[in-house]
């Protein structure tokens, strides 16, 4: 199984962040169940790329390595809330119905590990406060 390798630590932030969405990697060590058909692994596979691509995008607009770091955290907002709201609604399947649907299930852990790949280049502080932001309950 091919596995990434991290761009160096020297590099700025936006110059890591691109050797990362660049890495033709990037979706080809997904682990699927075997309960999901190819063409539902091909559409996760594509729903990741899509997510790449929007970052590649932003960032190639990006030059600044403050406002990169700023951009990142953001699109890992955006990803993570994605990935919350995924796992709140499996938990709820699961316990009302013993049963999940495979499909966002799968889905779901692969954006786990899409999360995985960019948060070393999103900034630890930034990281420590978005999870204490999603993670707790709006007003409850």
């Known amino acids: 199984m091919p596995t990434l390798e ?25 682990q699927f169940t ?19 691509r929007r970052m590649k995008s932003g960032l190639s607009d990006i030059v600044d390595d403050d406002d990169a770091g700023y951009f990142l955290a953001v699109k890992y907002v955006e990803c993570k809330a994605s990935w919350i709201q995924m796992n709140l609604q499996l ?21 786990a590990g899409f999360l995985g790949r960019i948060e070393p280049v999103v900034c630890e502080g930034d990281l420590d406060a978005i999870n204490a932001m999603l993670l707790q309950k709006i007003g409850g």
Not at 6 to 26: F, G, N, V
Not at 92 to 110: H, P, S
């Open 6 to 30: 991290m761009p160096a630590l020297d590099m700025s932030t936006l110059d890591r962040a691109k050797a990362i969405l660049e890495s033709d990697h990037l979706v080809a060590d997904i």
């Open 34 to 52: 075997d309960t999901i058909d190819e063409s539902e692994k091909a559409a996760i596979r594509e729903f990741l790329l899509d997510q790449s």
């Open 91 to 111: 938990n709820y399947q699961t316990v009302l119905r013993g049963e999940k649907d495979e499909f966002l299930f799968n889905k779901a852990a692969a954006l």
